[in-house]
């Protein structure tokens, strides 16, 4: 047997929102195999995810997933060494599928449970294949459910410091398209309905951007593409948006949008005094933020790292954060709980 | 017996104002049944509601992601729904919607509520958000048991006497 078979390996259990994601990871951070059961084709229809569906193919799936990623390692159960899922945050029923599997798994095997946290793994990720620490570092997590600023001090010390006050950006973006006649996800369409169109033909706003807090809002936002796309409220309000302006107002929302973003992720920055951005979640994939970020980042001379794509939705981030956190010795209970919400601390009052 | 109010609102301001009025009459739990298109301003009346009530409103956003929040730091315990991802009625009643439904203790805020109705109790109150124009917003709160009424009542007699609206 060679020398790398010595070495501890965990499973990694994911089911937060629309995936179910099993994946054994060596404590070296090699990646033995990484399975998802993607639950896209399912929500497309529903245009978003409709979380009991998630609940039921997690169940479905998570049996199999599971057996799919060991069989993948070369491994069995009786040669894992720990067990980590993921219990915040996302939706309840998702959450419990996973934590129910895990939790078994590691009752019946004698084995330790480590409960990470979706968000910071999100961050982590960022800095996989870097060859230098990522932290301490501003962290962005953007997406359907997030649209949240960090602060963190290390892979498990992320402290909320902005968030929304209505809708997250991924649900603006899905939200809006839904408004356009465009289809689910909103992000990719919207982002290919804008490249054909012209932002400087409406005007729309960019709500809270010079609010001295790192708070966003979308409603806004989402309320004056409705009135551009069919007219105020009143008699003559259309019922549908014309398909000639659905290019253009794609277009400005996305600019409004990134605007906002990347204007508070400077804030953020210079408030904490960091010199490095870390930006994780499924909204990091669309193109003009990651161009004006990137503007930015040379601007205020700081380093910007972006999560690889393939890490926003793999749990291989979560494994690698999971052995962190058992090598630490902060393993869980069996009664540890899903916390579905987030926790976010009065950055203002702090500062 | 049931007791109907419109509040013609002409500003962000006025519903938080509107909202802030609720909160000060709430007296116990009450399921709040809200309707409205997209944009018609829900979430933002829920703030003031809540911000009426003492909770911190950091906390208060857009629950359609995760369904339901509870914030528990104010002054009644409040579950705030959205039902706008939701596929029917089961999968509502599922995520343990009932068991705030039916306390006493809880007020329950419930975004898209027509998409629910059959799981709404006897007594709760009803609020239609309507776009009558760009700024503006038409409330209608209607009642349809005795601790709605009470509510819409106090609510009306709170509105009257205050001259800011």
């Known amino acids: ?351 | 017996m049931n007791s109907s109010l419109t509040f013609l609102s002409q500003s962000g301001h006025e519903t938080d104002q509107l909202g802030h009025a609720l909160a000060a009459v709430l007296t116990h739990g009450l399921p709040i049944a809200l309707n409205g298109q997209l944009g018609s301003g829900k979430t933002r009346f829920v703030r003031a509601l809540c911000s009426g009530l003492g909770v911190d409103i950091a906390f208060v956003n857009s629950p359609t992601f995760v369904i339901m929040q509870l914030y528990t730091d104010g002054r009644i315990p409040v579950a705030h729904f959205d039902t706008y991802r939701l596929g029917d009625l089961d999968e509502f009643l599922s995520i343990g919607a009932d068991e705030y439904l039916l306390s006493d203790e809880w007020l329950c805020l419930i975004e898209w509520a027509d998409r629910i109705s059959e799981a709404l109790p006897d007594d709760y109150l009803d609020i239609r958000v309507q776009q009558v124009a760009e700024t503006s917003r038409e409330f209608q709160f209607r009642s349809t048991g005795p601790r709605s009424s009470g509510i819409v009542d106090a609510l009306r007699n709170r509105l009257s006497s205050s001259p800011s609206g």
């Open chain 1, 1 to 351: 047997m060679n020398e790398a078979s010595s070495l501890r390996r965990l499973l990694a259990i994911e089911s937060s929102c629309d995936e179910t994601a099993a994946a054994v990871v060596r404590e070296d951070g090699v990646v033995l195999s990484s399975i998802i059961a993607s639950q896209f084709e399912l929500h497309e229809e529903w245009g978003g995810v409709v979380p009991e569906i998630a609940s039921r193919a997690h169940v479905r799936r998570i049996l199999p997933v599971i057996q799919a990623a060991l069989k993948e390692a070369g491994c069995l159960t009786s040669d894992l060494h720990a067990i980590a899922v993921t219990t915040e945050p996302g939706l309840v029923g998702s959450l419990l599928v996973g934590l129910t599997a895990a939790k078994t798994m590691a009752m019946s095997l004698q084995i330790p449970l480590v409960t990470v946290n979706h968000v910071e793994a999100h961050i982590y990720a960022c800095g996989m294949g870097q060859d230098h620490s990522i932290y301490p570092c501003a962290g962005f997590v953007v997406s359907g459910g997030h649209t949240n600023l960090y602060d963190c001090r290390s892979a498990t010390e992320c402290q909320l410091i902005g968030g929304t006050t209505d809708d997250a950006a991924g649900e603006a973006f899905d939200k809006v398209a839904r408004i356009l006649n465009l289809p689910y996800p909103g992000g990719p369409a919207i982002q290919k309905a804008a490249l054909s169109g012209n932002a400087k033909k409406f005007t729309m706003p960019r709500p809270l951007i010079h609010s001295g807090r790192l708070d966003f809002s979308f409603a806004g936002l989402k309320t004056a593409v409705l009135y551009a796309a069919r007219g105020v409220p009143g008699p003559n309000q259309l019922a549908e948006t014309p398909p000639e302006c659905v290019n253009d107002l794609a277009a400005a929302f996305q600019e409004a949008a990134v605007d906002v973003l990347v204007s508070k992720c400077r804030q953020a920055v210079r408030q904490l005094g960091y010199s490095r951005l870390c930006v994780g979640g499924g909204v990091a994939a669309n193109q003009l933020l990651r161009n004006e970020l990137q503007k930015m980042a040379k601007r205020e001379r700081i380093e910007l790292l972006v999560a690889p794509m393939n890490l926003c939705t793999d749990n291989a981030a979560m494994a690698a954060i999971a052995w962190d956190l058992l090598k630490a010795g902060k393993t869980a209970n069996l009664d540890a709980d899903v916390l579905p919400g987030l926790v976010r601390h009065n950055f203002q009052n702090r500062r």
